[in-house]
Nanobody
């Protein structure tokens, strides 16, 4: 089971780090991903990390601003978000896959999301 936390209300231009903790072990075959969704819109891929190698993948809208990382000992994946914009406002969720992918359908074990609001 996955649980995302760390969201809140912040100002545009600020930074924030989200965390996603797994209650069970994350195996080397897993890929952990971050996604976000706003009301009335489809869920959007944000970033992913291959657990075994740390190789990362980013969505175009966050490239260069967001960084995904992991702590294997804590079974936790992080999303460092810098230079936040109002359009980053969304509910952020994490999920697990066995494929190095940005495709939402490749992910399962979705965790409860955390809400981020970026005010201008």
């Amino acid at each position: 089971q996955l649980q995302a936390f760390g969201g809140g209300v912040i100002q545009a231009g600020d930074s924030l780090r989200l965390s996603c903790a797994a209650s069970g072990r994350i195996y080397s075959s897993h890929v952990m991903g971050w996604f976000r969704q706003t009301p009335g819109k489809e869920r959007e891929f944000v970033a992913a990390i291959r657990w075994s190698t740390g190789r990362t993948l980013y969505g175009d809208s966050v490239m260069g601003r967001f960084t995904i990382s992991k702590d294997s000992a804590r079974n936790t994946v992080y999303l460092q978000m810098n230079s936040l914009k109002p359009e980053d406002t969304a509910v952020y969720s994490c999920a697990r896959s066995t494929q190095y992918s940005s495709v939402i359908g490749d992910y399962n074990s979705w965790g409860q999301g955390t809400e981020l609001t970026v005010s201008s």
